[in-house]
């Protein structure tokens, strides 16, 4: 039984209708086409937001120097 997507879930990050087992002799061939097909689907979707002025960018730097800082 499949629960309901999340409220601010994207729909292309709903997988409750999928078919298990679809692409599982293409990803044992190497390739993982349902991966890279949304991953190149959620890159435009954030490029069209941040040239919209939707998002705000971050510094790579300013990031990396967060993300080392000790957790309090």
């Excluded at 999340?6 to 002799?25: C, H, I, M």
């Excluded at 002025?53 to 080392?68: I, T």
Aim: charged share 35%; aromatic share 6%.
């Amino acid at each position: 039984m499949s629960k309901p997507p999340e409220k601010d879930q994207l729909p292309e990050y709903d997988f409750s209708n999928g078919t298990r087992g679809k692409y599982v002799a293409r990803v044992a061939k190497g390739g993982n086409v349902v991966v890279q097909a949304a991953w190149d689907k959620e890159i435009k979707r954030r490029i069209a937001a941040h040239g919209r002025g939707e998002v705000k960018a971050y510094d790579l730097e300013e990031v990396m120097d967060e993300a080392r800082r000790p957790a309090p």
